[in-house]
């Protein structure tokens, strides 16, 4: 199975961010009204941060990628994989 480019640039940039301590929040688009509806992406926060972050509740700061209340938190994932599922991106097999 061909692995997805973007899977590759997310496990490396998730290395480099657990690495050197800091947590990573992945969030989705949830407005219904919105060409983006489900499109996810992964920012790196401090760890306390994203300890007070609730799955499902909680929304992702604005910032280029759009307004932030579109976004809710949906993982906080611990590891390079565990963002590559979050992702929705193929894995090796």
């Not at 800091?22 to 969030?27: D, E, H, L």
């Not at 306390?48 to 994932?77: F, L, N, T």
Request: glycine share 8%; proline share 4%; with cysteine.
């Amino acid at each position: 199975m061909k692995v997805h480019q973007n899977a590759i640039a997310a496990r490396e940039a998730a290395g480099r961010w657990l690495e050197t301590g800091w947590a990573i929040a992945v969030f989705e688009n949830h407005d219904l009204g919105s060409m983006n509806v489900g499109h996810r992406f992964a920012l790196p926060f401090d760890q306390a941060d994203v300890a007070k972050m609730e799955i499902g509740k909680s929304r992702a700061p604005d910032g280029p990628y759009g307004m932030g209340w579109r976004y809710i938190c949906v993982a906080k994932p611990a590891t390079a994989d565990e963002l590559i599922d979050a992702m929705r991106f193929e894995r090796e097999a």
